[in-house]
C-alpha cells in the first residue's frame, strides 16, 4: 500500500508497509498513483500516452526504471510483513503505572474526561498504605523488566503530595534489591506548585506534563477553579519557574486542548512558545458532540488549514534555529516504531495499568470507573487474565476498519478507551480521531520534507 498526497509544494509518497518516503516531481508522482503491484519489466506502453503532459516517452521509462528499482529494493509497494510479528503477540510484564494520588481537583475544567477530577466516584485521596501497594504490584507484575515508569495523575496529584514523595522514596528504596529503576512523572495543572515541590519534582520526576490551554482568554474560558475564576494567572509563572530550573536532558511539556472554542490553536502553540515553553501539546478534545465545545465533521475543514498553517510556522522557526517541537508533528522517519509500537500503540491492560485511591487495578486511566473493566486490587495483588489477553491481542490489525488506512501504522488503530467509549468497541477506532490523526502525520511529513530539503 502507498499513500500520494500534495502539500506545500512537494509531491510525497509513503509507503506504508516500510514506512519509506519518497519526494517524487511530479511525473514520477503521477506515474507510480497509475501502478499497482506486481510491476512488469517495462513500463505499460498505455502509460506512454496518459502520462504524456508530464514527460516524454523516454523520461517515463526512466522514471518507471527508478520507481521499480525501489519496489526491488522494498522500498515501494512492500507487502505488509506485520502478520507474523502479530501473531507473536502476547500477555507481557507490567512495566508502567498510572498511579492516580488524588480523585480530586482544585479545578472544574467543562471538558474534564474525568469528571472534574473524581472520575464519577466520589472525591478520595490515595492513602499512603494504597501507594506503597502499588509499587509493589508493579514490582510484583514487571517479571524481568528493569526499566518501570509510574505517573503521579488525577484529579491533581499535587493536592496529595505528601504520599507523593513517600510512594517515591519507597520505589527508590526497592530499586538495588529488586534490580529495578523507576522512572517518574507527574501531570498537574501547576496551581500548588511551589519551590519545594518544584526542586523535588526537578530531582525526581523523569518528566512532568504541564497542563495550560494556551492564551489567557482560551484557558480562562473552560480551566477554572471551584469558585468560577480562571486559573491562567496564577499558574503561567509557576511553571514558567519548574521550567526555567529543569536540567535540559529531563523531559517535560506542556499541554493544552483545543475544543470548537479555539480552532485557531495555532496561535496558543505561538503563546506558549512566547512564554518560554519549547516542548508543546496542545491536543483536540473527544466529546460528546451534543456539547457546546465539541469537536464536530463541520470543523474538520478548519482544522486541517490550521495544522497546515501550524506546521508552515513550526517550518518557519525551526529553520531560525528555534527548538520548539509540537507533540503530534514529532516524527522519526529514519528509525520510527518498532513493529509492536505500530501494531499495538500504548500498551494499555497488558503492559499498563491504573490504579485508584482504593487501591482497585484498571486498565488505564480513562477506563478507571467504567464497568466491567476492573482488572484486580493492589491488596491481593490480582489481575484479570481474560482483560489482559484481550488487550494483549488488540492491535492494529485486529482492527477491521484500520486495514485499509494508510496510517494505520502510526496511530495503531487509536486509543482504545476513547473507541470504546465513543464506538462501544476498543477494535473500533472513532472517526473524528481517525481523520484528526491523519492530517497530523501528514503535516509531520511536510514538515520533515521541507527541513531535508533546505540547503546544508
Same mark, same amino acid.
Given at each position: 500500500m502507498i499513500h500520494r498526497y500534495q502539500l506545500r509544494g512537494f509531491n510525497i509518497v509513503l509507503d506504508v508497509g516500510s514506512g519509506a518516503v519518497h519526494l517524487f516531481d511530479e511525473l514520477s508522482y503521477h506515474l507510480v498513483g497509475t501502478l499497482t503491484p506486481p510491476l512488469p519489466d517495462r513500463v505499460p506502453e498505455a502509460l506512454l500516452g496518459q502520462l504524456a503532459a508530464y514527460g516524454a516517452p523516454d523520461e517515463i521509462r526512466e522514471a518507471y526504471a527508478e520507481i521499480r528499482s525501489l519496489a526491488e529494493q522494498g522500498e515501494l509497494f512492500t507487502d505488509d510483513s506485520y502478520a507474523e510479528c502479530a501473531d507473536m503477540l502476547?500477555?507481557?510484564p507490567i512495566k508502567a503505572m498510572c498511579l492516580h494520588i488524588a480523585h480530586d481537583c482544585n479545578l472544574r475544567c467543562d471538558y474534564c474526561f474525568a469528571s472534574t477530577g473524581d472520575y464519577k466516584g466520589g472525591r478520595a485521596l490515595m492513602s499512603?498504605?494504597?501507594?506503597?501497594?502499588?509499587?509493589? %504490584?508493579?514490582?510484583?507484575h514487571s517479571g524481568n523488566r528493569h526499566n518501570l515508569e509510574v505517573d503521579f495523575f488525577g484529579g491533581e496529584p499535587l493536592m496529595n503530595w505528601e504520599v507523593v514523595e513517600?510512594?517515591?522514596? %519507597?520505589?527508590?528504596?526497592?530499586?538495588?534489591?529488586?534490580?529495578?529503576n523507576f522512572r517518574f512523572t507527574v501531570t498537574t495543572n501547576g496551581l500548588l506548585l511551589?519551590?519545594?515541590?518544584?526542586?523535588?519534582?526537578?530531582?525526581?520526576?523523569?518528566?512532568?506534563?504541564?497542563?495550560?490551554?494556551?492564551?489567557?482568554?482560551? #484557558?480562562?474560558?473552560?480551566?477554572?477553579?471551584?469558585?468560577?475564576?480562571?486559573?491562567?494567572?496564577?499558574?503561567?509563572?509557576?511553571?514558567q519557574q519548574l521550567v526555567a530550573a529543569r536540567d535540559r536532558d529531563k523531559d517535560y511539556y506542556v499541554r493544552g486542548t483545543f475544543t470548537k472554542y479555539n480552532l485557531d490553536f495555532a496561535n496558543d502553540v505561538l503563546h506558549l512558545r512566547?512564554?518560554?515553553?519549547?516542548?508543546?501539546?496542545?491536543? !483536540?478534545?473527544?466529546?460528546?458532540?451534543?456539547?457546546? %465545545?465539541?469537536?464536530?465533521?463541520?470543523?474538520? !475543514?478548519?482544522i486541517y488549514a490550521e495544522y497546515e498553517r501550524l506546521a508552515d510556522l513550526l517550518i518557519e522557526r525551526r529553520r531560525a534555529g528555534d527548538t520548539i517541537n509540537f507533540f503530534h508533528f514529532m516524527i522519526?522517519?529514519?528509525?520510527? !516504531?518498532c513493529a509492536i509500537k505500530r501494531l499495538r500503540g500504548c500498551g494499555c491492560g497488558n503492559e499498563y495499568v491504573a490504579i485508584t485511591p482504593q487501591g482497585d487495578v484498571y486498565p488505564c486511566h480513562q477506563f478507571v470507573g467504567l464497568d466491567g473493566w476492573k482488572m484486580g486490587s493492589v491488596f491481593d495483588g490480582s489481575c484479570d487474565e481474560k482483560i489482559k489477553a484481550t488487550f494483549a491481542h488488540t492491535h492494529v490489525l485486529s482492527k477491521p476498519d484500520c486495514s485499509a488506512c494508510w496510517a494505520k501504522f502510526y496511530c495503531s488503530g487509536g486509543c482504545s478507551a476513547q473507541n470504546f467509549q465513543r464506538e462501544g468497541d476498543i477494535?473500533? !477506532? #472513532?472517526?473524528?480521531?481517525?481523520?484528526?490523526?491523519?492530517?497530523?502525520?501528514?503535516?509531520?511529513?511536510?514538515?520533515?520534507?521541507?527541513?531535508?530539503?533546505?540547503?546544508?
Open positions: 502476547g500477555m507481557a499512603r498504605e494504597v501507594g506503597l501497594k502499588a509499587i509493589d %504490584y508493579l514490582i510484583a513517600e510512594v517515591v522514596r %519507597y520505589a527508590r528504596s526497592k530499586e538495588a534489591a529488586c534490580n529495578k511551589d519551590e519545594e515541590k518544584i526542586d523535588f519534582i526537578n530531582r525526581e520526576m523523569s518528566n512532568v506534563v504541564l497542563s495550560i490551554d494556551g492564551r489567557r482568554e482560551v #484557558h480562562d474560558k473552560l480551566r477554572v477553579t471551584a469558585n468560577g475564576k480562571g486559573s491562567y494567572d496564577l499558574i503561567l509563572p509557576k511553571m512566547e512564554q518560554g515553553f519549547d516542548q508543546i501539546s496542545v491536543e !483536540p478534545v473527544v466529546s460528546d458532540p451534543e456539547l457546546s %465545545y465539541a469537536i464536530t465533521e463541520e470543523d474538520l !475543514p478548519t522519526d522517519l529514519s528509525q520510527g !516504531p477494535r473500533k !477506532p #472513532h472517526t473524528i480521531a481517525c481523520d484528526l490523526e491523519r492530517k497530523r502525520v501528514e503535516c509531520a511529513i511536510m514538515i520533515q520534507a521541507a527541513l531535508a530539503s533546505d540547503p546544508e
